[in-house]
């Protein structure tokens, strides 16, 4: 299974998978519209991967069988500054 993988022009560390090179048909309008400008990022093979380094692949796989598309979120950052 390949995953084409694109980085968000408005969001740092956002990033969105779909099963194929530049077709977003699956993704829904709204989504693109905060997601921003998809720039390509990378292609993978998922088959051959036991896991990715900030998303579980089996969570991947699944909505892109199911849904079309995954999309990864920038990491929650803690402060921990005390208030």
Known sequence: MLASI???????????????KDDFSMVPEQLL???????FSLQ???A????LARVDVA????AL???GYYLQLPPVIHDN???
Do not use: T, W
Request: without cysteine; glycine residues 2%; aromatic residues 10%.
């Open 48 to 51: 051959k991967r036991s896991k």
């Open 65 to 67: 069988d199911e849904d």
């Open 44 to 46: 993978l093979n998922l």
């Open 6 to 20: 694109y980085r968000s022009n408005l969001k740092d560390q956002m990033y969105l998978y779909i099963a194929k």
């Open 59 to 62: 969570e991947v796989k699944k």
């Open 81 to 83: 500054k005390a208030d």
């Open 33 to 39: 519209k905060v997601f921003g400008n998809p720039e």
